[in-house]
């Protein structure tokens, strides 16, 4: 699937509407060799339009440059991401399917609307001869219901051209008589006013509009979590425990949700069996490319096992993803963000978390051993999540809190992967003496880690970055 940022306006035109002169403007060189073009185009939703309310397009297009599936979806800054695929058949392609399952859940895409299209593509071009901009005039029929309608209107894509020329082509094109589009979108227009779903203001509640945010994370990164992007892996397992983190901090605001932590923490596995594989790699295996050939073997038997456990997991999540159990996860969470009431004084939760977690620690550094020193690492990331939830309203002193706890919690976490790693180093290479290295190199790194925490300890438990909780 090929993957494009696309910036374009559009504008609604009369029907004598003649291109102006767009050269000399904006580092504009020429605006000639026009290409004609006809294009077919077959667009696909829910039958409550669901794609169209959440700002998104799918399409089967013919004709032009770019034949083929097109899935529009929300950009930075104005812009638009493209998802693309070659034509292949008349059914909606999985993998595009897949990019919005999280927005249409088990509602069936089919044909909704058929848009055909003559355009006129004027390229602008710079005195290299690079295309800054593509100027199409579109003389749209659009059939739907039976229904037809017609009109025209102009676009204009940026290529390698900035803000500027476009700003400097619009002023143009208002004068020569066009107008913004009435629509976001061709088929959008052919549906007429159909309202966009917008997202619920943020709670007034810390702890609900934690949830909210929370919730967005997790359906927003379902996309590039499908795509195998790794950081959209890592982004939605921390929404997923963060969640989590939250529901049980808080349980008093979430009385009815107590089964859904094992619904999370299942994702949350399920993701963190494919992130910690890939961490767990760049962590082994970080300098041995130049540490000599006697470490070849080494790395091998480690890549191999570990690439194995990313694609088992991977497999698994694929499989998860589509499956109800993950769609009615989802349900779920929609019904959290649309809570409106919680307990009235949750701040003494973050407190006792934090307290918590502070004993934990206490008695593990007391015993020195490695997995209380681990039970106090998960104390103090459930701890730092609930002082999130306060962090705007308290300002800078939570914040600098959050950042001593992260701290702290880094090294727990450096301290824990290093006990992770010795373990498997134990398991692939008992009888070899360039796994023993590498596990001695692990130990050493348990030990400074060990070392630095009485620093990062006595930071996060400075009165003035607590006071604030009281």
Same mark, same amino acid.
């Given at each position: ?90 059914? /909606? ?93 061709? /088929? ?8 966009? /779903?917008?997202?619920? %203001? ?27 992007? %790794? ?32 619904? *999370? ?40 096992? *570990? ?32 809570? &409106? ?39 103090? &990331? ?16 939570? &914040? ?56 990062? /300890? ?13």
């Amino acid at each position: 699937m090929e993957i494009a940022s696309e910036t374009e306006r559009k504008y609604d035109v009369p029907a004598e509407f003649q291109l102006p002169d767009l050269a000399g403007r904006a580092g504009i060189s020429s605006a000639d060799g026009a290409e004609t073009h006809d294009l077919d185009a077959t667009y696909f939703d829910t039958d409550d339009l669901t794609l169209m309310q959440n700002r998104r397009t799918l399409r089967r297009r013919t004709g032009g440059g770019d034949a083929g599936w097109h899935l529009k979806t929300p950009g930075d800054n104005g812009s638009r991401t493209e998802h693309r695929l070659p034509l292949d058949g008349d059914e /909606v392609p999985a993998e595009l399917t897949a990019q919005v399952r999280a927005i249409i859940r088990r509602r069936e895409l089919k044909p909704i609307a058929r848009l055909r299209t003559h355009r006129v593509e004027t390229p602008l071009r710079d005195a290299a001869g690079n295309t800054l901009a593509l100027v199409a005039q579109d003389q749209v029929i659009a059939e739907r219901d039976g229904h037809e309608q017609r009109w025209q209107e102009v676009e204009v894509e940026l290529v390698e051209g900035g803000p500027k020329l476009l700003a400097a082509v619009e002023k143009l094109l208002f004068k020569a008589g066009a107008a913004p589009a009435s629509g976001p979108s061709k /088929v959008a227009r052919a549906f007429g006013d159909r309202p966009t /779903v917008t997202p619920p %203001p943020p709670s007034s509640n810390p702890v609900l509009r934690y949830v909210q945010e929370q919730h967005d994370a997790i359906t927003g990164y379902d996309p590039g979590v499908r795509q195998g992007d %790794p950081e959209a892996v890592h982004k939605m397992r921390v929404g997923t425990r963060r969640l989590r983190s939250t529901l049980k901090t808080f349980k008093r605001s979430f009385p009815e949700a107590a089964d859904l932590n094992g619904e *999370l923490k299942w994702l949350a596995d399920l993701l963190g069996q494919v992130r910690d594989g890939q961490v767990q790699e760049g962590k082994l295996l970080a300098g041995l490319d130049d540490a000599g050939e006697q470490f070849a073997p080494v790395a091998a038997r480690i890549r191999a096992h *570990l690439d194995a456990q990313v694609a088992e997991g991977r497999a698994a999540l694929d499989e998860a993803l589509e499956g109800e159990r993950y769609l009615t996860l989802l349900d779920r969470i929609d019904q959290l963000a649309r809570q &409106k009431t919680a307990e009235k004084d949750p701040i003494r939760r973050a407190r006792k978390s934090l307290a918590k977690a502070d004993g934990l620690l206490d008695e593990a550094l007391a015993h020195g051993e490695d997995h209380e020193l681990h039970d106090a690492r998960k104390a103090y &990331k459930r701890a730092r999540y609930a002082v999130e939830v306060f962090e705007p309203e308290a300002g800078k002193p939570a &914040k600098k809190l959050v950042k001593a706890l992260t701290d702290l919690q880094d090294v727990l976490g450096a301290h824990q992967d290093s006990v992770v790693a010795r373990e498997l180093l134990h398991e692939l290479g008992q009888d070899s003496f360039w796994f023993g290295v590498l596990w001695a190199r692990q130990e050493q790194v348990g030990k400074d880690t060990y070392g630095e925490l009485p620093v990062v /300890v006595e930071k996060s438990r400075k009165a003035k970055l607590r006071t604030w909780l009281n």
